[in-house]
Each structure stands twice: as C-alpha cells, then as structure tokens.
C-alpha cells in the first residue's frame, strides 16, 4: 500500500465503532467499483477483522441512501433468522459497524464516502460457476433470500440508481445515442440495432408488468453473479449474499433474469468468436431448479411463466446498454480497446439467439416446475 493510500484508510478507520487495539491494515479484493480495505484489531487476546469501503459516488449519487437500504435490509435479516432459531447469524448477512457518531458511513475532508463492515470469517468464493451442484446451490440461496424478503415489513428502500431495469427508459437512451451518434459508429451495428429495435416491445413485459402490477414489486439484489455468494470453507454451503449496493424496489424477475445472463453463458462477457457463445441448458435447469425450490411459496402463476422470459429480457437490457456506452464513445464501462463494448453486446445477442433456439425445451422445463 502506497503512504498515500495508508494515510488515508488510517485517517478513516478511527471514526467508526470498533473497539480494541489497531494491530493492521491492507489493501483487498479487486476493487473494481469500491476500494476496499481490511483491518484487524486485538479485542480482548482475539484478533478481530473489518472491512473499510471507499463507495463509489460516480455509481451510486447518494451513498447515505445506499447505507439506509443496506442497514433496513441486513437488520430484517437478522430478526428473520433470530425467529427462525438459526445460529452464526453474523456470517448468515452482513454487519454493518456505524460511526461513533451513530451515521452508517463516514464522509472525509475530500468528500469521500467510507463504510464499515465486520469481516465475514470461514468463507470462500467462487469467479466460475464450476458445475450444474454450484449452479444449484446459487439458485437456491438467491431464491431464499428472495423467500426471507418476501416478508419484509420495513420502510420502502430507495431507488439508488432510478430506472436502473427500466427497458423502455434504455431504449430512449440508445435512441438518443443514435442520433447523435458522436463517433460515428452507428453505419457498422447496423445488425446489431435491428436485432435490438425488432425486439423492442419483447422486452418491455417485466417493466410494463410492474406498472400495471401484474408483477408484484419486491426487494430485488440486481447483482446475483455467482462471486455475489459466501460459502461456508468446511461445508461448501452458501452461506451470505453479499455486495448490497443495489437492493432496491423492483420485480424478483430482475434477480432470476441476471441469475441466467450471467450463469448459462459458455464464454467469456466479451469474447470475440461469438460461436462459442451458447446457452448451457443443464446449467439453466440446475440453477432455475434449485431457485425454484425456495421460491415457490411466494412465487405467482405469472411470475413463474416469465422466469425463463427474465433470463432473456435482463440479457437484452444489457445489450442496449452497451451499444447505447459504444455509441455514446464508452463514457460509462470501463474498457481495454475501442471495440470492448461492442464485443460485449454482441455475446449478449448471441446468448438470446441460442436461448432462442432452445426455447421449447426452456418453456417445457418451466411449465413442469412443481409437477
């Protein structure tokens, strides 16, 4: 760690609630969006880890908002699995360790925003969804956090990034990157905007489903990639779902719908040889089967018929969103040569058109769930 760096994380780690004496402190993680510290305490002859995030204000507008939604969630939680009898109930969700000060974050003299969380021991995580027991044992923790919130009976939580899934709100960007079209990129996707605007009003059903409350509005996590999940180091079992930044107000079918964009893919979010791009269907029925298990109770009719549909729309929703930062000159995703976005959103057209091309069978597995 650079003086700098150390000067700073030291600067904050004493405005926050932790007891003991100071033993350490070190870079973790690969920060792609919050720099991410770990410190360690002597409280008592035990050595005790923290946490200490630095959050990204470029992403999130409001960091204080982020805290309110993180602690109503991660409170809820704990009761939930207090009645249910459950032990080890601080590795089973995240601690969040306020200021002396009682504020869920601190703000330092540069306008930073930094946040504490007791360090979750024991545990491992996974970059690669390994096998169809891995993609099982995902939907499953994702469907029974979705099960324990299902009940929640808090304050409504804030919108931290507004419209984030709102497929009619991307498509008025993409439209206005279109035309204005600043790098002149738009005569080479001439295929790729077809696919796009032909399935324009396809992909309008879970959006429009919540506006006219078909689908029921829920507490969502917007982020259900398989390095999202704690699993115990003895047991293999999940254990937490972590990276709370983005639990907001929205459809379960957002979670499901990334749930299958980021498990089912063969390759790579940006290969370049889109024929190695498929749909892996045994990876979709061990990950909706293991999802659908703790979800049924509170799954309805409707909802469970747009679970294969879901899949489908946030994988499009995420093709629009990186053609519209292509054309715009790449102004929002980080990338590695001119052409990264581009790349991206054509992987992400190939697995709908290989979804596509399996849909019957997709449909068959859905309509035979609980039978």
């Not at 602690?71 to 032990?87: C, I, P, Q, W």
């Not at 190939?350 to 609980?370: N, R, T």
Request: hydrophobic letters at 35%; one cysteine or more; a negative charge.
């Amino acid at each position: 760690m650079d003086t700098t760096v150390h000067n700073e994380i030291l600067e904050v780690i004493p405005h926050f609630a932790i007891y003991g004496d100071f033993v350490s402190c070190k870079p973790m993680g690969n920060g792609h969006i919050n720099s991410t510290y770990c410190s360690v305490f002597n409280q008592a002859g035990t050595q005790v880890r923290y946490t200490h995030q630095r959050i990204n204000k470029n992403v999130f507008k409001n960091p204080p908002q982020v805290m309110d939604n993180i602690k109503s969630v991660t409170e809820f939680l704990r009761k939930y699995f207090k009645n249910a009898g459950l032990d080890d109930i601080s590795r089973r969700t995240l601690t969040v360790v306020p200021c002396w000060d009682g504020k869920l974050y601190y703000q330092d003299a540069a306008g930073e925003y930094w946040r504490t969380y007791l360090l979750v021991e024991n545990v491992k995580t996974y970059e690669v969804l390994e096998n169809e027991d891995l993609a099982r044992q995902l939907g499953q923790i994702i469907g029974a956090f979705q099960n324990q919130l299902a009940t929640y009976d808090g304050p409504r939580l804030a919108d931290t990034i507004p419209r984030f899934h709102d497929m009619g709100m991307r498509y008025e960007q993409l439209e206005e990157a279109l035309s204005k079209d600043v790098k002149n990129r738009a005569a080479g996707i001439k295929d790729e905007l077809d696919f796009l605007f032909a399935n324009k009003e396809r992909g309008m059903v879970l959006v429009e489903g919540l506006k006219s409350k078909k689908l029921k509005e829920g507490i969502t996590h917007n982020d259900t990639k398989i390095n999202n999940i704690l699993f115990d180091e003895k047991t293999s079992s999940p254990l937490c779902v972590i990276d709370l930044d983005t639990v907001m107000p929205g459809t379960v079918l957002f979670d499901t719908g990334d749930l299958i964009r980021t498990a089912t893919n063969t390759a790579e979010e940006d290969e370049k040889d889109t024929s190695k791009v498929q749909f892996n269907f045994p990876l979709f029925k061990a990950l909706i089967g293991g999802y659908y298990s703790e979800a049924k109770g509170f799954l309805s009719d409707y909802e469970k018929s747009l679970l294969a549909e879901s899949g489908r729309n946030i994988t499009q929703i995420m093709a629009v969103r990186m053609i519209t930062d292509y054309l715009n000159g790449d102004v929002y995703y980080h990338i590695d040569y001119p052409e990264h976005n581009i790349v991206r959103a054509r992987t992400q057209i190939a697995l709908i058109k290989s979804m596509d091309e399996q849909w019957d069978k997709v449909k068959a597995f859905i309509d035979g769930l609980g039978k």
